[in-house]
């Protein structure tokens, strides 16, 4: 077990020193009126598209010298230019934006690391293309249907956010009760503030979590805009179960105990859905998980390699 647990975090250390620099980086017009940002790292044969850059940057260092990570930056988000169209803001634009990518970048399959509600994302795209989706990593991933109810030992209990966390919540409800009021900047900082203790377990990693306020995109205004038509179009969605229980595909669920945004529940339920699926799960991890446990990005770079990670539990099938 100390062997293992060595070798996990040397692999995790040589993963985060390698590859920092991106190799190519721009935009792809994937739609009209759709312009995506990308950061592409390495140049070998074998394409991982990771979307969400903008909270991931750790992500590149899973480069490598037979693998290509294009990380980039979700439509209307991030880097990426501002859609107009709001219509054009939907789960399923994401699904051919990967496609759109794929094509640009000449890969014949990729891999894909789907985060959030991306996670979800990721699947849909691999039962659209499944003859292009190689291995699938879904990390804190939503449920199929939005408001899934889950039993209380999988979701995250109303009394898990620390004190920190607490009061950085109640600034953060001051601000938006003066929402008119206040400087967009420092509104943002409060929302920010609150959400890096909302995403992690562990209340001394919040520091780890990305400022996403450095992005117009990630404005309080152009992100309550993106909101009310991404997941506005996603809450009336139901997405059937069998498509996704006849996909062959290798796929690695990846999931917190105290994650607040999507219950542990949903981790379960996809990891028991895929036919060829495994399961980690990382206790007292929140949704931004690989900053409460750094070596899920050992265990990601294993399975992308070929090999089930030592902790990825099988449920049993019929």
Known sequence: MLVRLLLALLVAVSATAQAQTPTAKGHVDTAPGV?????????????????????????????RADRTVIQYDMRNRGLSRRVEDAAQITIMGDVADVEALRRHFGAEKVSLVGYSYLGLMVALYATEHPERADRLVQIGAVSRKFGTAYPADQQAGSDSLSAEGRAAEAAWNAVRANIDKTEAKAACAALSRYS???????PANH????????????????????LTAHFGDLQKRDFPRDPFTRLGRPVLTVHGTLDRNAPYGSGLEWATTFPNARLITVEGGAHQLWLDDPSVLADIDRFLAGEWPARAYRFGRE
């Open 207 to 226: 520091v780890k979590v990305p400022d996403s306020c450095r992005y117009e995109n990630e404005s309080i205004a152009n992100f309550a805009r993106h």
């Open 35 to 63: 312009s995506i940002y990308y950061e592409r790292y390495g140049t070998g044969p074998n394409f991982v598209l990771i979307p969400g850059r903008l909270f991931m940057p750790e992500f590149a260092s899973l480069a």
């Open 196 to 202: 890096s203790f909302q995403l992690v377990g562990n």
